[in-house]
């Protein structure tokens, strides 16, 4: 049984950063694409950002371009979200996802979620 375990969310004021992380548990996730999404009340699931989990490729969206980065720690299965320059309309409840042997291009792919972790931007 796969699970994502997302942490990390919280409050803060805009110009802040945060890291969420995602750990991952079940099986080895070497074939495995791994991505963010973000979710705000009334609005449909936002794809924010992917990369493989071997780190050789990463993708994402213009709105977190230069802002956001995925990185990840194999020996802790683990891979993170770092955000930076935060902005009000990045607040959502943020997704980790896993799926097998292909690109993350959409919610559509995903194999696996984890519960999501609240971020909230003040201004």
């Known amino acids: 049984q796969v699970q994502l375990v997302e942490s990390g969310g919280g409050l803060v004021q805009a110009g802040g950063s945060l890291r969420l992380s995602c750990a991952a548990s079940g099986r080895s996730f070497s074939s495995y694409d791994m991505g963010w999404f973000r979710q705000a009340p009334g609005k449909e699931r936002e794809f924010v950002g992917r990369?493989?989990?071997?780190?050789?490729?990463?993708y994402y969206s213009d709105s977190v371009k230069g802002r956001f980065t995925i990185s990840r720690d194999n020996a802790k299965n683990t891979v993170y979200l770092q955000m930076n320059s935060l902005k009000p309309e990045d607040t959502a409840l943020y997704y980790c996802?896993?799926?097998?042997?292909?690109?993350?291009?959409?919610?559509?792919?995903?194999?696996?979620w984890g519960q999501g972790t609240q971020v909230t931007v003040s201004s």
């Open positions: 990369g493989h989990w071997t780190g050789r490729t990463t």
């Open positions: 996802a896993a799926r097998l042997g292909r690109v993350i291009t959409g919610a559509q792919g995903v194999d696996y």
